[in-house]
């Protein structure tokens, strides 16, 4: 299954582009099966030659969704899918982009119109997509648009299938089969493991972690360690022996395992984790005129964030979120620079404390309840999640703003009850690595429920719970 892609964009610096358009067609090869496209607000100005070379402009999105609202239409339509598009390295660059600055790894296959043309259909004077399909006699409307740019796609990979005689296109996707690729040593690992959520760990045949990984699906994982032809994966398929993993139902546990372990054994293969996770925070102060601001900062451990974040894009775009759902000030907020009223005051989602028509009371009140959401400083409380069967329940303790552990529990025990929760609970390291991931993952999933707990009795090495 093909996902067939085409993005305008904002233009500007690397990596610093946002989408102003998407169109995606699901094709299976033969026709297409399911289809979007949608304009995008950017939350960035569009650079003019941009403007200019297709048609669309900052007035044209103020009203579009931003990609926050349409990401999860794009996660399903691309589902098990390998990317095409025409320069798809552009285009995948994009979209991992924006999924990155959401916490979200968005990892596909990808095809290339740009290549396969080139190798079957050499000597051409251009391979622009409009001038090759010109040449193709491919039909082309609204040209640098997302829409008719990406049909127009659709057609060419239709024609390049059929013109690739020798199946170069299908043979690239079959090489991912493990059962045509992999050596038997690495087959037989990949059906130890299971379909399921948790952190998984490989060992050299003197038993030594090499490497150690988390997955909603670790067979998929270890499958994807397996085939790829990266350099690092190369490394792991001639060294590992053994696999093991520890199922942990909730995807969260699996996140505060790995990295808690990554620290604790250093495995050869995970430089990256080993290093802090987040480099950006979101602290507040209050203003001259009593208005408490959200300001967003390098992180740094002397000063006790809210909230962190990996990058500065993912921070931006969550606070940009954050004022819009709970009517908060953009100039307040650093968003939007202005010495009157701010943007979403001209659109009524803003109450006016930007030009003091809403009273600090009542603006500090909602920003209170943002921070106590957000984060969770001086709190006690219990975070429940999927378990690891039907009839189980797993459980992250928060003490006093701290992250004590998590544990499993069956759906038929009190898990307010004190002598059981301090017997399930399994002690874990609380450092700020831990804080960011709980944080990002709240912000991102939603959990089964939170229980906010009351301390009754704090002596030495114990502590226990009631029901708030």
Known sequence: MYAIVDIETTGGKYNEEGITEIAIYRFDGHKIVDQFSSLVNPERDIQPFVVNLTGINNKMLRNAPKFYEIAKRIIEITD?????????????????????RLGYEFDLNTLCTVELSKKLIPDLPSYSLGKLVKTLGIPIADRHRAQGDAKATVSLFKLLLAKDISKE????????????????????????????????YMHRKDGAIIYIGKSKNIKKRITQHFTNDNRKSKRLQL????????????????????????????????RALRKTLFNY???????????????????DGRKKAITTFTTYQQAKAILFRVTEKYKLCQKLNGLYETNSACFLYGLKECNGACI???????????????IEKYSYQNQDMLLIDEGRTIDERSVILIENGQYKGFGFYNLNHQITNPEILKSIINPMTNNRD?????????RRFKIIKTIKLTPIEREVNKTAYIDK
């Open 80 to 100: 098990n899918c390998t990317l095409v598009a025409h320069n798809a390295k552009f285009d995948n660059r994009i979209l991992t982009t924006e999924f990155d």
């Open 169 to 200: 296109i299908v043979l690239s996707l079959i090489r991912k089969d493990p059962k045509r690729q992999v050596e038997p040593k690495l087959l037989d690992l990949i059906q130890e493991v299971p379909a399921k959520t948790g952190v998984y």
């Open 239 to 270: 060294e590992v022996a053994t696999v093991t993993y520890e199922e942990t139902g909730s995807d969260l546990i699996a996140q505060l395992k790995e990295s808690e372990e990554i620290k604790h054994n250093k495995p050869l293969y995970n």
């Open 281 to 299: 925070q979101l602290n507040s102060f209050k203003d001259d005129e009593g208005y408490i601001n959200f300001r967003i900062e390098k992180s």
């Open 356 to 370: 003091k028509e809403e009273l600090p009371d009542a603006y500090n009140a909602r920003v209170d309840g943002i």
């Open 434 to 442: 831990a804080q960011h991931i709980i944080q990002s993952y709240l």
